[in-house]
């Protein structure tokens, strides 16, 4: 059905393509895969009229096609959902649906129409949002469904999902593989980004892997593929490599018992009710539940974002935090995988990105270190993160992932006594993941406190030495050791401790 050869793409002095082809036949699910910054969003959006090429060529059903833009794209049957969120966040659930022009009856614009076209599709992908509620006040999940119901709107023939899962809860990604699968049946090509291996494995029918801007496993068929060929061709050398860093258990914390975050008797009005719990310093401590459990609120409770009434949050410091940057102050750092909220200046250089925050710990006090030397620094944490991407490059520069590891990157070097994570490797390639967690592992050994929230369960197992589960606001019990795995956490979150010992 589409038919890409030869693309080449360069961004300044980098190759994001360099000569890459790919082929979607009708009926497949067909996974693209690969490292952090490999070129996979740059390859979609030339497919999808978003970017133009410097060279290559795109057939469509045998016709060359040459996209002016994503509208274009459109009209010719090639959708995308992209990995930035592009919700009008201003706009109605309704008016979202429909970017390049509502349905109209005797030239008005008719909002039944909207419905009667939008409610099939909302109802397939099991969303069911106030039409008339304003896009920016939908949950991330949602309006993440909202777009992908946006690009089925305008009746594709080639769908492109650029990591339309990093932002959902597993219920919603199960009902997306389904639908992606009808989509396939129905004789759609779709084309399907996803950091989660195990999911592309699930769902693709073949697969293509890109490395450095070249595709190096071109349309495979997906039985033929395990998951150490796919992490082997991604990464150019098996998981375990030299370049990988090993997966070390997580040390018992230092000092038990020693309380060094402590909720007391906290309620956040219509989020917590009457919690308490401690973390002590060296201790990983997983907060789990799910969608409005409690559990976010916990961290924005430490973070300072959210007030307690009655309770109290004390940090190491023993201090209670105040405001945000407050808590910034007194050594928390709050790091989202959330693409809205991560809080990056994209226009400007990366090293000013990573020295913002420690610079802003120093209070007015401190002297202005020496440029030279922040951007040493900087240097230093590209270095360790495999951040992709020049120190003095501009952070919206960066491929999504990459630009998720410049998050971590500026709070690593706050040099924070307590992490809060929530969902803090979405989007990031394994690689960059085991790396993410080994580095978590070892700050909670040198004694920070870490606090986690992740829809990714496995994160949480594997990194957690206590995850603690919320119900309705409050902790229903917490597992560890032996009994800390994924169906038991799964279990809980949904069905609470009933009948089982806590
Ligand atoms: N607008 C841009 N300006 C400059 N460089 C860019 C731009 N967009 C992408 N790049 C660079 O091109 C390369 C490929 O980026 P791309 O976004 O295609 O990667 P990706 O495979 O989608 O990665 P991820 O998994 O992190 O989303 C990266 O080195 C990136 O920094
Ligand atoms: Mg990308």
Same mark, same amino acid.
């Given at each position: 059905m589409l038919v890409a050869s030869g693309l080449v793409k360069h961004y300044g002095g980098v190759t994001a393509l360099d000569g890459v082809g790919i082929t979607l036949d009708a009926g497949e699910v067909h996974a693209l895969v690969g490292e952090n910054g490999a070129g996979k969003s740059t390859l979609v959006k030339i497919i999808s009229g978003v970017v133009r090429p410097e060279g290559g060529t795109i057939d469509l059903d045998g016709a060359a096609v040459r996209f002016a833009d994503a509208r274009q794209a459109a009209a010719q049957g090639v959708a995308i959902v992209s990995q930035e969120l592009m919700t009008?966040?201003?706009?109605t659930v309704l008016e979202n649906l429909f970017p390049y022009g509502a349905p109209r009856r005797r030239g008005l614009v008719s909002t039944r129409e909207m419905r009667r076209l939008a409610e099939p599709v909302l109802d397939e992908l099991g969303i069911d949002p106030p039409p008339h509620i304003r896009a920016g006040d939908l949950p991330l999940a949602d309006r993440q469904l909202l777009e992908i119901c946006r690009a089925l709107l305008q009746e594709p023939r080639v769908l492109i999902l650029d990591e339309p899962t990093s932002a959902l809860p597993r219920a919603a990604a199960d009902r997306l593989a389904d639908v992606t699968w009808r989509l396939a049946e129905r004789g759609l090509a779709v084309l399907y980004i996803s950091h989660f291996l195990e999911e592309v494995m699930r769902i693709a029918t073949r697969v293509t892997v890109l490395r450095d801007g070249r595709v190096v496993l071109p349309g495979a068929d997906a039985a033929d593929v395990d998951l150490d060929a796919l992490v082997t061709a991604m990464l150019g050398q098996p998981a375990g490599g030299p370049a990988a860093p090993a997966a070390v258990p997580a040390a018992a914390?230092?000092? #038990?018992?020693?309380?060094?975050v402590s909720l007391t008797g906290v309620t956040v009005p219509g989020r917590l009710r009457d919690v308490s719990l401690t973390a002590a310093e060296g201790e990983i401590v997983g907060l789990a539940g799910l969608q409005g459990a409690g559990h976010l609120a916990v961290l924005d409770a430490v973070c300072g974002r959210a007030r307690p009434s009655p309770g109290s949050v004390r940090l190491p410091d023993g201090r209670? #935090?105040?405001s945000a940057r407050h808590a910034v102050t007194a050594g928390v750092a709050y790091i989202s995988g959330d693409r809205k909220g991560r809080g990056l200046m994209l226009d400007k250089p990366l090293w000013e990105n990573i020295t913002t925050v420690s610079w802003l710990g120093q209070g007015r006090g401190g002297f202005l270190p020496r440029r030279s030397r922040l951007v040493d620094r900087s240097r230093g944490h590209l270095e360790r993160l495999r951040i992709r991407g020049d120190v003095r490059a501009r952070a919206s520069d960066l491929s999504g992932g990459n630009q998720q590891k410049v998050v971590l990157a500026k709070w690593l070097d706050a040099d924070p006594s307590v992490l809060a994570l929530d969902d803090p490797t979405r989007g990031v390639d394994v690689g960059a993941r085991t790396e993410l967690h080994a580095i978590v592992r070892g700050l909670a050994a040198e004694g920070k406190v870490v606090l986690i929230a992740s829809s990714d369960l496995a994160e949480l197992v594997e990194l957690c030495h206590r995850v603690v589960v919320f119900q309705h606001g409050r902790v229903v019990g917490s597992l560890s050791g032996g009994r800390l795995t994924e169906p038991e956490l799964s279990l809980a979150m949904n069905a609470g401790f009933a009948g089982s010992a806590r």
């Amino acid at each position: 059905m589409l038919v890409a050869s030869g693309l080449v793409k360069h961004y300044g002095g980098v190759t994001a393509l360099d000569g890459v082809g790919i082929t979607l036949d009708a009926g497949e699910v067909h996974a693209l895969v690969g490292e952090n910054g490999a070129g996979k969003s740059t390859l979609v959006k030339i497919i999808s009229g978003v970017v133009r090429p410097e060279g290559g060529t795109i057939d469509l059903d045998g016709a060359a096609v040459r996209f002016a833009d994503a509208r274009q794209a459109a009209a010719q049957g090639v959708a995308i959902v992209s990995q930035e969120l592009m919700t009008y966040d201003d706009l109605t659930v309704l008016e979202n649906l429909f970017p390049y022009g509502a349905p109209r009856r005797r030239g008005l614009v008719s909002t039944r129409e909207m419905r009667r076209l939008a409610e099939p599709v909302l109802d397939e992908l099991g969303i069911d949002p106030p039409p008339h509620i304003r896009a920016g006040d939908l949950p991330l999940a949602d309006r993440q469904l909202l777009e992908i119901c946006r690009a089925l709107l305008q009746e594709p023939r080639v769908l492109i999902l650029d990591e339309p899962t990093s932002a959902l809860p597993r219920a919603a990604a199960d009902r997306l593989a389904d639908v992606t699968w009808r989509l396939a049946e129905r004789g759609l090509a779709v084309l399907y980004i996803s950091h989660f291996l195990e999911e592309v494995m699930r769902i693709a029918t073949r697969v293509t892997v890109l490395r450095d801007g070249r595709v190096v496993l071109p349309g495979a068929d997906a039985a033929d593929v395990d998951l150490d060929a796919l992490v082997t061709a991604m990464l150019g050398q098996p998981a375990g490599g030299p370049a990988a860093p090993a997966a070390v258990p997580a040390a018992a914390p230092r000092r #038990p018992g020693g309380a060094a975050v402590s909720l007391t008797g906290v309620t956040v009005p219509g989020r917590l009710r009457d919690v308490s719990l401690t973390a002590a310093e060296g201790e990983i401590v997983g907060l789990a539940g799910l969608q409005g459990a409690g559990h976010l609120a916990v961290l924005d409770a430490v973070c300072g974002r959210a007030r307690p009434s009655p309770g109290s949050v004390r940090l190491p410091d023993g201090r209670s #935090p105040r405001s945000a940057r407050h808590a910034v102050t007194a050594g928390v750092a709050y790091i989202s995988g959330d693409r809205k909220g991560r809080g990056l200046m994209l226009d400007k250089p990366l090293w000013e990105n990573i020295t913002t925050v420690s610079w802003l710990g120093q209070g007015r006090g401190g002297f202005l270190p020496r440029r030279s030397r922040l951007v040493d620094r900087s240097r230093g944490h590209l270095e360790r993160l495999r951040i992709r991407g020049d120190v003095r490059a501009r952070a919206s520069d960066l491929s999504g992932g990459n630009q998720q590891k410049v998050v971590l990157a500026k709070w690593l070097d706050a040099d924070p006594s307590v992490l809060a994570l929530d969902d803090p490797t979405r989007g990031v390639d394994v690689g960059a993941r085991t790396e993410l967690h080994a580095i978590v592992r070892g700050l909670a050994a040198e004694g920070k406190v870490v606090l986690i929230a992740s829809s990714d369960l496995a994160e949480l197992v594997e990194l957690c030495h206590r995850v603690v589960v919320f119900q309705h606001g409050r902790v229903v019990g917490s597992l560890s050791g032996g009994r800390l795995t994924e169906p038991e956490l799964s279990l809980a979150m949904n069905a609470g401790f009933a009948g089982s010992a806590r």
